[in-house]
């Protein structure tokens, strides 16, 4: 089966541009993530979808960061206006469901895009 | 701070060595996952733990769930250069949210 495509796969703007990353997760995949993993740090979740709901998005940057996943499949993430700071990898994944308290279902991520902001 | 404390940050050993990293909290999960990532990849699901005291072993890899469900270890017999890389363990928070540490970076020279 296909695995999470992501694009672009690098990109490299300047602080105050904008920037928008696509993401179609495996078929038939309902929950969906957007993880930002910085330099030398493990992936910090941003935002997860169940279906086109917002299940969790306490550490979005909402001043800044948008996601949306209006058909409930593929899913995009804005950053308007980038920072310095806003240099990382943007990860998404994708699972079956989102899981219960003692149940977990594998999230396969997609290779992410590099942004670099100068 | 980091809700999950992997250790070491950074290990080069040579080709047939044993290693083992540890994941540390303070913390109860519902499961604790191990990710291997590898550079411009995404990382891959090797094991996931849900029993306190759970042992687990996928060939050469040995994954140990603490009986508390607050810390993990992965202990890799015989290293080979293709396990290098970035080794990342993340705990569950129910509704399948994950939190990850910062990694264990893994050089495995021939």
């Known amino acids: 089966e296909a695995g999470v495509a992501q694009s672009p796969r690098y990109k490299i703007i300047e602080k105050r541009q904008s920037v928008a990353f696509w993401c179609n997760p495996i078929s038939g995949h309902a929950t969906l993530y957007w993880y930002q993993q910085i330099l030398g740090q493990g992936p910090k979740l941003l935002i997860q979808?169940?279906?086109?709901?917002?299940?969790?998005d306490s550490q979005l940057p909402k001043d800044r960061f948008s996601a949306e996943r209006l058909k409930g499949v593929d899913s995009t993430l804005k950053i308007q206006p980038a920072k310095l700071e806003d240099s990382a990898v943007y990860l998404c994944?994708?699972?079956?469901?989102?899981?219960?308290?003692?149940?977990?279902?594998?999230?396969?991520f997609g290779p992410g895009t590099r942004l670099t902001v100068t | 701070t980091q809700l999950l404390e992997q250790s070491p940050q950074f290990l080069s050993i040579q080709e047939g060595e044993n290693l083992t990293v540890y994941c540390n909290s303070s913390s109860v999960f519902s499961s604790l996952q191990w990710y291997r990532q590898e550079p411009g990849e995404g990382p891959v699901l090797l094991v996931t733990v849900v029993t306190g005291g759970e042992v687990k072993k996928l060939k050469r890899l040995t994954f140990q769930f603490g009986d508390a469900r607050k810390d993990s270890s992965l202990h890799i017999t015989a290293a080979q250069p293709g396990d290098t890389g970035l080794y990342l363990c993340a705990g569950g928070m129910g509704g399948n949210k994950l939190v990850f540490g910062a990694g264990t970076i893994l050089r495995v020279k021939s």
């Open positions: 979808f169940q279906n086109n709901g917002v299940v969790d």
């Open positions: 994944a994708s699972s079956w469901l989102a899981g219960g308290f003692r149940i977990s279902y594998e999230q396969y």
